[in-house]
């Protein structure tokens, strides 16, 4: 399995960036897909967790401004962020589970077994 991300950049508040994963090497029809986020400060952090059958999770940091989505083959996991805050820089990774679904929710029990090598975002003020 290998999951690569893209689509990080350097934006100022209020501005918006989208996130890709592209993931290879799998062929279950069971997984869950999310974005976690992490900076020297504040630790790791579950931003967003997205499910085979639709089912989706965000932090509440996020909620209303950050939005998962997957293209129509499932080889693709997007995170649409608007209205970025300075908070909101960190280095975010692609997480993956193949062949098991877990509940989305609460994010912090996430089991993924896969990760990408992340794309940073910075956000100035």
């Known amino acids: 399995v290998r999951l690569v991300e893209s689509g990080g950049g350097s934006v100022q508040s209020g501005g918006s960036l989208r996130l890709s994963c592209a993931a290879s090497?799998?062929?279950?029809?069971?997984?869950?897909m999310g974005w976690i986020r992490q900076t020297p400060g504040k630790g790791r952090e579950e931003v967003a967790t997205?499910?085979?059958?639709?089912?989706?999770a965000y932090a509440e940091s996020v909620k209303g401004r950050f939005t998962i989505s997957q293209d129509n083959a499932r080889k693709t996991l997007f995170q649409k962020m608007n209205d970025l805050k300075p908070e909101d820089t960190a280095m975010y990774y692609c997480?993956?589970?193949?062949?098991?679904?877990?509940?989305?929710?609460?994010?912090?029990?996430?089991?993924?077994?896969?990760w990408g090598r992340g794309t940073q975002v910075t956000v100035s003020s």
């Open positions: 997480a993956a589970r193949f062949g098991l679904r877990f509940p989305v929710a609460p994010l912090e029990r996430a089991v993924f077994n896969n």
């Open positions: 090497g799998f062929a279950h029809e069971k997984y869950c």
């Open positions: 997205l499910a085979d059958d639709g089912s989706q």
